[in-house]
């Protein structure tokens, strides 16, 4: 029988041994610098250690598992070949240095934050440019460099003074010896991967020992995959029961009676005037900030239809994004939630049955559908609304292993008049929504319309000789969106259905979100406007309002009793005190009226006075009670999300 460790895989097993050995290294390390805060028990120093090496065992043979199936599928005699034998130590040293810069990684991570690798570091990758001169303004850049290939260097030629390299040539091993092993090892892997969550080692109160069983690495792609941070480790909390009650008394209205006590917001919301159901098309505009449109004082005249619209529609004029990407301002519009850290529930794992608007309309009778031009799956969106009540329209491939609530309809060539890498173009995702709605009003059927736009995206490319202006820049692109959007109310003001439809037009976020400040203000806010609602007068809504409050306001207006699950409210309410809740990935950000409270990780808190005018932001204090308020409403909507509050 060949004896593996004189076999091709003595290369592997000699990586697996070098990276179990310094991950163990690393949790000495790190289990000495916690030492200093906190005490470990005997039974968490061995669940440190004991669990941290069924990590790091794991860990390694994912690392491994692309080398494993190399090493299955090369003959003996070509895997015996000159070329081989320069290949397989450098792709040893490659693997080297990419794991100790990991490993130095781990360390200045856990200097910052005490914790393995979360969604911190995925964030990090965002912005590469930054992150890497903070490296080189915080470290010796060209030395730690030099030192990390100085120390790879070094690995490498022990394993080679071992021999590990030449008898990994010297011996031959059988297509059916390399299938067994091979297989072993990816089959353990892939069950690693797919059964151990990260989530494995954080049992008991010591956050110390948990975070000091798990493996760095490891923790990096669970971090990726779960898309979250876990607000209760890293950010400011009170008391939870605390926080719900501050909750519940900013989200009780005059017409609402909480159904439970206790850690929960859902409610029912009375209502004394008649029932209207008519169909609702919301049509979400990609990055459309408020300073495109006329009425913020733009003199570039690119959106004459929006603005025209602005004025005989209900103009909610002072409206704010929740956050600075699409998904995010799908789970504004479709959960009514602020913004938890790490990415949009749309997401995140564990994310269907949702108590969310698409279920509302359902108990009314709708059938609701997701428009959207591009392929759906991307960024999880038609797991997400397929999942949670909503058919789906969308420019994809079909998946084999895709199960959803309602149906999917893939956008076909034939109605495709303009599409770039993007998707195609808002005129014929229109066409699409036209198309639908004409099927359901045959069929006497109630409609709710989630529709995403796509031509103000880059590569900002359109259908020519519709605009004077030509394809390729950003404001092409608004002009474009707008001009689509004035033809789609023009072909359906015709149709027999359009008369008992409203249409929403609202930004899912704005263009750009940097700005003077780390949060600016100004790159939150949105254009939102609600169109043709019978029997209701034209008004500008001046007050601050989110998008969150979108459909609590708009079922008010339509005089819905209904239960909600939101934190959202309806703006016209008489208790209603305007506030919004915005963030990027890791830093939250709490306003009412001109008073904001930042929560960051490390559990810092910050607060400022907006001056809306200068668009300036001034640090003061604030009272305990407004930034309590704040964390109320970030710690809750985490603890509903993580417990399964938000399910239906």
Request: net charge positive; with cysteine; glycine share 4%.
């Amino acid at each position: 029988m060949t004896n593996l460790f004189k076999s091709r895989y003595s290369v592997l097993f000699a990586f697996l041994f070098y990276f179990v050995f310094f991950s163990f290294l690393i949790r000495i390390i790190l289990f000495i610098a916690s030492s200093r805060h906190v005490s470990f028990s005997f039974i968490e120093i061995i669940k440190v250690f004991g669990t941290g090496l069924f990590f790091d065992i794991g860990t390694g043979l994912l690392l491994l598992s692309f080398y494993a199936l190399f090493l299955l599928v090369l003959p003996n005699t070509i895997y015996q070949k000159r070329w081989n034998k320069v290949f397989t130590p450098v792709l040893f040293f490659v693997f080297v240095v990419i794991t100790l810069f990991s490993f130095f990684a781990e360390l200045t991570f856990w200097q910052e934050f005490e914790s393995r690798f979360n969604f911190i570091a995925v964030d990090y990758l965002i912005y590469t440019y930054e992150v890497i001169h903070n490296i080189n303004e915080s470290y010796p850049l060209p030395l730690l460099i030099t030192l990390i290939v100085f120390l790879a260097s070094c690995i490498t030629f022990i394993f080679f003074k071992l021999k590990i390299f030449r008898t990994n040539f010297e011996d031959t091993i059988s297509l059916k010896k390399r299938s067994q092993v091979s297989l072993s090892l990816i089959l353990i892997t892939i069950t690693f991967s797919f059964i151990v969550k990260n989530s494995w080692a954080e049992h008991g109160n010591n956050r110390y020992a948990n975070e000091l069983s798990k493996a760095g690495i490891y923790s990096f792609f669970a971090a990726f995959k779960n898309n979250e941070l876990n607000y209760q480790d890293f950010y400011s909390l009170i008391n939870d029961k605390k926080a719900f009650e501050l909750i519940r008394g900013e989200l009780k209205e005059n017409n609402s009676n909480f159904l439970s006590r206790g850690l929960s917001i859902k409610r029912r919301i009375n209502n004394d005037k008649s029932e209207y159901k008519p169909n609702v098309i919301t049509i979400v505009i990609e990055s459309l900030s408020a300073d495109f449109l006329a009425h913020y004082g733009n003199t570039q005249h690119l959106t004459p239809f929006l603005d025209s619209a602005a004025n005989h529609s209900i103009f909610f004029s002072d409206m704010y994004a929740t956050g600075t990407r699409t998904v995010r301002g799908m789970e504004a519009l479709t959960l009514s939630i602020p913004p938890t850290p790490g990415s949009s529930i749309v997401r995140r794992m564990d994310n269907e049955h949702l108590f969310s608007v698409g279920h509302v309309f359902k108990t009314k009778g709708y059938i609701n559908t997701f428009f959207y031009g591009g392929d759906g799956y991307f960024d999880n969106m038609n797991h997400f609304f397929g999942t949670n009540g909503y058919d789906i329209v969308d420019r994809g491939r079909k998946l084999l292993d895709e199960t959803y609530d309602g149906s999917r309809t893939i956008i076909q060539d034939k109605d495709v008049t303009f599409e770039n890498a993007w998707g195609i173009c808002d005129e014929d995702i229109f066409n699409m929504v036209i198309k639908d709605a004409d099927l359901k009003y045959k069929k006497s059927q109630l409609f709710n319309n989630f529709v995403m736009t796509m031509s103000n995206h880059r590569p900002y490319t359109f259908p020519s000789n519709k605009i004077n202006l030509p394809s390729g820049s950003r404001e092409a692109a608004v002009r474009y969106t707008d001009y689509a959007i004035g033809k789609f109310i023009d072909k359906i003001k015709n149709r027999p259905w359009f008369k008992n439809t409203v249409i929403i037009l609202v930004a899912d976020h704005c263009a750009s979100s940097a700005g003077k400040n780390e949060i600016d203000i100004s790159k939150y806010q949105i254009p939102c406007m609600i169109l043709n609602l019978k029997n209701l007068p034209e008004m500008k809504v001046n007050k601050m309002t989110s998008q969150i409050d979108l459909f609590p306001t708009l079922w008010s207006l339509l005089g819905w009793k209904y239960t909600n699950g939101f934190f959202g409210k309806n703006v016209f309410d008489a208790a209603y005190k305007p506030r919004v809740v915005l963030g990027t990935y890791q830093k939250l950000v709490y306003m009412r009226n001109d008073s904001a409270v930042v929560l960051s990780p490390h559990q810092k808190t910050e607060s400022f006075i907006y001056d809306k005018s200068k668009n300036e932001q001034k640090k003061t204090h604030l009272p305990k009670s407004f930034t309590d308020q704040a964390i109320a409403n970030y710690q809750t909507a985490f603890e509903l999300f993580k417990s399964g509050g938000l399910k239906q």
